[in-house]
């Protein structure tokens, strides 16, 4: 398979071809994994909001575990 064969490929199964470029640090920049770093800070976001909302279920059954276990109702 030659190069333009394979850049052909993968502009057809959405990869951007001639969009890296160096960072000042003098690491690749790559588009794809600037997508992946925005996706995974999304992830980051969602799973910090189920986290506090189990937190607070588990505080509210640890409330209710505490009046159980000295005899009072819910």
Same mark, same amino acid.
């Given at each position: 398979m030659t190069p333009d064969e394979i850049k052909k490929k993968l502009r057809e199964a959405g990869v951007p071809i001639g969009e890296w470029g160096e960072t000042v640090e003098g690491e690749v920049k790559s588009p794809i994994l600037e997508r992946q770093a925005k996706a995974l800070g999304k992830v980051e976001d969602i799973i910090q909001v189920q986290l506090k909302e189990? @937190? +607070?279920?588990?505080?509210?059954?640890?409330?209710?575990? @505490? +009046?159980?276990?000295?005899?009072?109702?819910?």
């Open positions: 189990d @937190q +607070r279920k588990v505080a509210e059954l640890h409330a209710v575990l @505490q +009046r159980l276990k000295h005899g009072g109702g819910m």
